[in-house]
């Protein structure tokens, strides 16, 4: 997985309040505790409301400082090769080009979403969480929330292998969820239902396919637009790496390895195989029509 070296990256999609501790109490602990809840935050995956983590406190504010940073460190796609947080905003840059040129071409309008990178705990417009929730999409602010170490997280505790594009996917699954937001799909996961057929799942597995249909047009210039495409290689170990990764968060690859036991009746994102299944159907369609989970 390579950038083009002289690409130049947008960081205004990118918050970083890394090192900032919003005001107030964690609602979820490190230890024991933490690992629980980062089972449950990427079982329901959302945002941090759907775990009871609401606290109240308002979202951080970005600060001038703290993009600066950002923009400072990741200024073209060479950084993105070179670091982690530049590689965020290369991935972030890429999947919302696409969307933007999706939406145009079937006459609708995107509406950009940022990441913003933590490290701890942040408090967001659904709620406040811990860095152990894992990735989420909070639909009340339209932004994905990161915290870098979560990758470590996913090989050490997950037993993924890792890899740029694990993380790309996992980034371009979150946009997958802002997608839905902007088109009505994902309230159908509120309902409160689990099961290897509810809505939630259903869900989940779209937004693997839109990861995957994103990575099969990601090293293609959008239809509308003029420039060299800014991810230039991804090999078939790269989509691998992404395949892994879906895997190793499936629902019973996660109950068997922390409860000994799969029980599908409480599922909220789908097996390691059926994740697996999507994301090849978005990459080897690459047509967001084919990601109709709900037939």
């Known amino acids: 997985m390579r950038f083009d070296d002289d690409a130049r990256l947008d960081t205004s999609e990118v918050g970083d309040v890394r090192g900032r501790v919003p005001g107030g109490r964690a609602t979820v602990g490190g230890g024991i505790a933490g690992l629980v809840a980062l089972v449950l935050g990427l079982l329901f995956g959302v945002g941090p409301e759907q775990l009871g983590l609401s606290s109240g406190e308002e979202e951080p504010a970005v600060t001038a400082s703290s993009q600066a940073e950002v923009a400072r460190a990741c200024r073209r796609g060479s950084d993105a090769d070179a670091r982690e947080d530049c590689r965020i905003v290369a991935v972030v840059n890429s999947v919302q080009d696409y969307w933007r040129a999706e939406f145009r071409r079937r006459q609708g309008r995107y509406a950009d979403a940022r990441t913003v990178l933590f490290t701890g705990r ?162 080897r369609t690459g047509d967001t029509a084919r990601c109709d989970t709900f037939r």
């Open 122 to 283: 942040v408090a967001t417009a659904c709620g406040a969480a811990t860095s152990a929730v894992g990735p989420f999409y909070c639909p009340g602010d339209r932004q994905v929330y990161l915290d870098l170490g979560f990758f470590g997280d996913l090989r050490d505790r997950f037993g993924a292998t890792g890899g740029p594009f694990a993380q790309a996917y996992v980034v371009a699954h979150e946009y997958g969820h802002h997608v839905q937001n902007l088109t009505g799909v994902l309230g159908r996961a509120q309902d409160g239902r689990q099961g290897a057929g509810s809505a939630a799942v259903r869900v989940e597995l779209q937004a693997d396919c839109y990861a995957g249909v994103w990575a099969r047009h990601a090293t293609t210039t959008p239809d509308g637009t003029t420039g060299r495409p800014l991810l230039t290689e991804l090999t078939e170990a790269d989509i691998l790496d992404g395949l892994d990764a879906a895997a190793a968060v499936g629902d019973d690859r996660i109950q068997q390895r922390h409860q000994g036991r799969v029980t599908p009746d409480t599922w909220t994102h789908g097996s390691a195989g059926q994740r697996q299944a999507w994301f090849r159907q978005g990459f």
